[in-house]
Every structure is written in C-alpha cells, then in structure tokens.
Nanobody, 119 residues
Framework: QVQLVESGGGLVQAGGSLRLSCAAS????????MNWYRQAPGKERELVAPISSSSSTNYADSVKGRFTISRDNAKNTVYLQMNSLKPADTAVYYC?????????????WGQGTQVTVSS
C-alpha cells in the first residue's frame, strides 16, 4: 500500500507565499516523476509543475517565475514553493507520482490541499 499525504495549504493574501509538501510512504521501490496539479472550481484539473527523478522541472506558463518545484528523494517528498500568489491560484492542489511497487509502476494521487488566495 502506498500513500501520498499533502500538507501546507491554507488562506493567504495576494502577494503572499505558501509551501506545499507531499510525502509518499509505503511499499515503494522507486519513484519516477512527481507532479503537482490543481483544480479550481468549475475548471478541469491542470498540470502545474512536473519534476523528474533527476530533478528536471517544467512549469505551466501561468506559474513560471513564481512557483518552484523540488524533491527530496531520501524523504520521498516533493515540494511546491509558491510565491507572489494571485487570486487566480485559488484551487485544490494535488500531488501525483509514478511509483514502482515491486515490478510494476502505478500512478498515485494525494487527497488534495486547499489553497485560497484573497484579494
């Protein structure tokens, strides 16, 4: 059994910062890509930032220059540092990871953490 547990969401004023964390635990052999997604009310879930096992990163245009994704492989944890937050960043943020369990790879999701940015 593998679990992804997110933390760090909350309410912040526009221009503020938050740091999200997502820790994977369980019968993990290895973790490949780890990703942050978000879903705003009435919108589809969108990919915010992926990070590969070698820490290669990419960002959605809407967050470039403001968000930074990183990972600590020793802790099986991925982070999302969010700066200069805008009301448009309000969403439920989900982490996702491609995890090898035994001989197979599976995609796991966290439960989501709410981020609310007030104007």
């Amino acid at each position: 059994q593998v679990q992804l547990v997110e933390s760090g969401g909350g309410l912040v004023q526009a221009g503020g910062s938050l740091r999200l964390s997502c820790a994977a635990s369980g019968s993990i052999f290895s973790i490949n890509a780890m990703n942050w997604y978000r879903q705003a009310p009435g919108k589809e879930r969108e990919l915010v930032a992926p990070i590969s096992s070698s820490s290669s990163t990419n960002y959605a245009d809407s967050v470039k220059g403001r968000f930074t994704i990183s990972r600590d492989n020793a802790k099986n944890t991925v982070y999302l540092q969010m700066n200069s937050l805008k009301p448009a960043d309000t969403a439920v943020y989900y982490c996702n990871a491609d995890i090898r369990v035994g001989a197979k790879h599976y995609s796991y999701w966290g439960q989501g953490t709410q981020v609310t940015v007030s104007s």
